[in-house]
């Protein structure tokens, strides 16, 4: 298995054993796939808007043997996941953790918004490292009655992360 960065092994540290994952922006997979690997995911739903990015964690998955225990869906943020479960009619529930790192404040609160309610309601916690706009991601979260749980600043090749998990009361 590849080494993860600081900054993911961070945010892997919040996710609780046995969760059910959604890794949105998950780009070439690694996240999901170690957390899978070291058994504290049950199941992970990898999502991407690009096709190229959604690739690559195709192929990680089928390179680590877990393409059962993944879905890999073509979606910008969490929207497309209520169709795709339908169509594809998978076996697993909604997750119960999202996982959002590598993007901007705004766009990940965003993403929040954008939600589906049926998902929003089952997430017991997001974990999320805004790349921008820190202190007004916090007031974001405020103003969603979104509270910080716990919180790690990491340094990773030369610049500052911060990773933090968060409670949804949406």
């Not at 960065?5 to 609780?16: E, G, I, K, Q, Y």
């Not at 594809?88 to 119960?96: N, R």
């Not at 974990?127 to 600043?153: A, H, T, W, Y």
Request: include cysteine; aromatic fraction near 6%; charge should be neutral.
């Amino acid at each position: 298995m590849v080494k993860l960065p600081n900054r993911l092994l961070a945010a892997a540290s919040f996710v609780d054993r046995g969760a059910l994952i959604a890794d949105v922006g998950t780009d070439h997979g690694f996240l999901p796939l170690y957390l899978l690997k070291n058994g504290t995911a049950e199941y992970a739903y990898l999502i991407e808007k690009n096709r190229g990015p959604l690739k690559r964690a195709r192929e990680n998955t089928e390179k680590y043997g877990m393409s059962d225990r993944t879905a890999l869906i073509l979606s910008d943020g969490l929207t497309g996941l209520p169709e795709y479960r339908e169509k594809e009619k998978l076996p697993h529930g909604f997750p119960d953790t999202v996982i959002m790192t590598g993007m901007g404040g705004p766009l990940i609160l965003k993403i929040i918004d954008e939600t589906p309610e049926e998902i929003r309601e089952g997430v017991r916690c997001w974990i999320l490292s805004p790349q921008s706009l820190i202190e007004d991601f916090r007031e974001g979260l405020r103003e969603r009655n979104m509270e910080i749980l716990q919180e790690i600043k990491e340094s990773d090749r030369g610049k500052n992360y911060i990773i933090m998990k968060v409670r949804g009361m949406l």
